[in-house]
């Protein structure tokens, strides 16, 4: 019979080992000289990331789905009242309707479901979480590419890689590293609401997949004469990918696009 508190490849659990590596997630979920109102923390797993993260808020809600970890984390925290661990999985969780914050050691196999509630929440103010390596670097632009989930969320989240994490910090070590990623939402976002549907569609458009060319996927939805106008106007090449082209170029785009 498996401990209580065994790692379930099921769950995708890799329980964060280093408290270094802990205490600067913590730092750059909630800075220094800064208290969290509300923070909810994803895959509190044993508690070592939740030990650095409950100082810095004033409530901590701590996620946790393996219901072998949740007495752990019930008799850790009994005597800090500003965390409540929450039993069941996060995905589930109605957002807060007031401001909030995330943090987490992600689940590997969950990422995407985890990321894009975050970007579904209208009172997410910013996520921080730690992630496999290779996923914060496609999302945050690092291998000088762009994907459709960045850039179709650039008007209103901006993404950044602030740190990477070798996997010898986790307990079992994951076949690859991790890399820290923070998604902020814009205070002011970078353009009305009335426009992000336009948005929306025209970068669905572009990432629509004729052969990777974004002149020919925009082309089956534009007219060739107003994609040339925007193609100047951004400074492209007609020959470029989709995945190289930056969030802010395609903000020229849309300028001439949009409508």
């Not at 409530?59 to 789905?65: G, K, N, T």
């Not at 970007?119 to 992630?131: D, H, I, Q, S, V």
């Not at 076949?175 to 814009?186: L, N, Q």
Request: aromatic fraction near 8%; hydrophobic fraction near 40%; glycine fraction near 8%.
């Amino acid at each position: 019979m498996a401990r209580p508190t065994a790692p379930s490849r099921a769950l995708s659990q890799n329980f964060l080992a280093d408290r270094a590596t802990a205490r600067r997630i913590a730092r750059l979920a909630v800075p220094d000289g800064r208290q969290a109102p509300l923070l909810l923390e994803v895959g509190a797993g044993k508690g070592a990331l939740t030990d650095h993260l409950a100082p810095r808020c004033r409530e901590l809600r701590a996620y946790e789905i393996d219901r072998r970890l949740v007495p752990v984390l019930r008799h850790r925290f009994a005597r800090a009242p500003q965390v409540t661990v929450v039993g069941g999985d996060f995905l589930t969780a109605e957002p807060p309707r007031t401001a909030f914050s995330v943090a987490g050691n992600v689940p590997f196999s969950r990422t995407s479901a985890i990321v894009e509630w975050c970007l579904r929440a209208p009172a997410l103010t910013e996520a921080t979480l730690l992630t496999q390596l290779e996923y914060a670097r496609k999302r945050t632009g690092d291998y000088g590419r762009w994907t459709l989930v960045t850039v179709r969320s650039w008007p209103r989240h901006e993404w950044r890689l602030v740190g990477r994490v070798a996997r010898s910090g986790f307990r079992p070590a994951p076949r690859v590293d991790a890399g820290i990623i923070r998604i902020e939402r814009r205070r002011s976002p970078l353009f009305e609401p009335a426009a992000y549907e336009s948005w929306r569609r025209l970068v669905e458009l572009g990432f629509s997949g004729v052969g990777g060319s974004l002149y020919a996927s925009l082309r089956r939805g534009c007219p060739r004469r107003r994609v040339d106008a925007a193609f100047r106007a951004a400074g492209l090449d007609p020959g470029v990918l989709v995945g190289e082209v930056p969030p802010e170029r395609w903000l020229r785009l849309h300028e001439v696009l949009g409508a």
